[in-house]
């Protein structure tokens, strides 16, 4: 596991979108695993610009998601398929026959059979990924086991209390959702990991500091994938004390004591 601590949240997400398109550089037809909420839309803004600069070509990709809510169609303005279309596929030319995102309207038994089919068929080359508050990563909310492959799953109340700001009320917010599994996530070649906000302290204190690993805070299990990169600005980095077997990383730190 590498810390990369940044002097802010911008340069995170700036640092996580060229770690995508050097990944994409080297390799045109990735499948790459993607993630929605707050914290990744400066990445998808980085990778935007990337493209429009032409600098990064998605034509050859395979787009797969961590989640979706239960019950929302894909144009529901809150569903996860229309944050990807707005955020990164329409923008960077990402087609829809590219794109494998749990649907919400479908009967969860069969979307599960399709998902799990593609991730057995594609490997997850690059996760891009984040936290909840509760230590979440994909919808894999505490619990007392990791699972495995993409399932159906009950949201923590903290989560739909976390998200009910995206909907006009508490009520709105959907109860379940189908996310990828943990041992998926774990099998992605790399890891892209960022957050960003004190919220995120006692998850990020969970995962980087000495401590267990355990599905209480499902995050936590990234203290064993083989490269995981985590990007967190110097302001919730320095409230961290990382274990000993975590490489980190100061951005700018040569340039700062050559100053
Ligand atoms: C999103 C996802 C979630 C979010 C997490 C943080 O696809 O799987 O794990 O990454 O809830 O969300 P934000 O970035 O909104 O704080």
């Given at each position: 596991?590498?810390?990369?601590?940044?002097?802010?949240?911008?340069e995170?997400?700036q640092l996580?979108?060229?770690?995508i398109?050097?990944?994409l550089?080297?390799?045109?037809d990735m499948?790459?695993?993607l993630?929605?909420?707050s914290?990744?839309i400066p990445?998808y803004q980085a990778l935007?610009d990337?493209y429009q600069q032409?600098?990064?070509?998605?034509?050859?990709?395979?787009?797969?998601?961590?989640?979706?809510?239960?019950g929302?169609?894909?144009?529901?303005p809150?569903?996860y398929?229309r944050?990807?279309?707005?955020?990164?596929?329409?923008?960077?030319?990402?087609r829809?026959?590219?794109?494998?995102?749990?649907r919400g309207?479908?009967?969860?038994e069969g979307?599960l059979?399709?998902?799990?089919?593609?991730?057995?068929?594609?490997?997850?080359?690059?996760?891009l990924l984040s936290?909840?508050?509760n230590?979440h990563?994909g919808f894999n909310e505490?619990?007392?086991v990791f699972?495995?492959?993409?399932?159906?799953v009950?949201l923590?109340?903290q989560?739909?209390i976390?998200?009910?700001r995206f909907f006009?009320?508490?009520?709105?917010v959907?109860?379940?959702?189908i996310t990828m599994?943990v041992?998926?996530i774990m099998?992605?070649g790399k890891i892209?990991f960022?957050a960003?906000?004190?919220e995120?302290?006692?998850?990020m204190q969970?995962?980087?500091e000495?401590?267990?690993?355990?599905?209480a805070?499902?995050g936590?299990?990234?203290?064993?994938?083989?490269?995981?990169d985590?990007?967190?600005?110097q302001?919730l980095?320095?409230?961290?004390?990382?274990?000993?077997e975590?490489e980190?990383?100061?951005?700018?730190?040569?340039?700062?004591?050559?100053?």
């Open positions: 596991m590498r810390l990369i601590i940044t002097r802010s949240g911008l995170s997400a996580a979108a060229e770690a398109r050097t990944a550089v080297q390799k045109p499948t790459l695993g993630a929605t909420g914290t990744p990445v935007v990337a032409g600098r990064a070509d998605f034509s050859r990709i395979h787009a797969v998601n961590l989640d979706e809510y239960v929302l169609s894909p144009d529901h809150q569903s398929r944050y990807m279309e707005e955020n990164l596929f329409r923008p960077v030319g990402i829809p026959e590219q794109v494998v995102i749990p309207d479908l009967e969860p979307e059979v399709r998902l799990n089919q593609f991730t057995a068929a594609h490997p997850i080359d690059l996760q936290v909840g508050v230590g990563i505490p619990e007392s699972y495995d492959k993409y399932h159906l009950s923590a109340q989560t739909r976390s998200n009910a006009s009320s508490m009520e709105e959907p109860t379940q959702a599994g041992g998926d099998r992605a892209v960022l960003t906000g004190q995120k302290l006692p998850a969970a995962i980087l000495p401590g267990p690993v355990t599905p805070c499902q936590t299990v990234l203290k064993l994938h083989r490269d995981c985590i990007y967190l600005d302001e980095a320095g409230q961290i004390t990382p274990a000993p975590v980190v990383i100061r951005v700018g730190a040569a340039k700062e004591v050559l100053l």
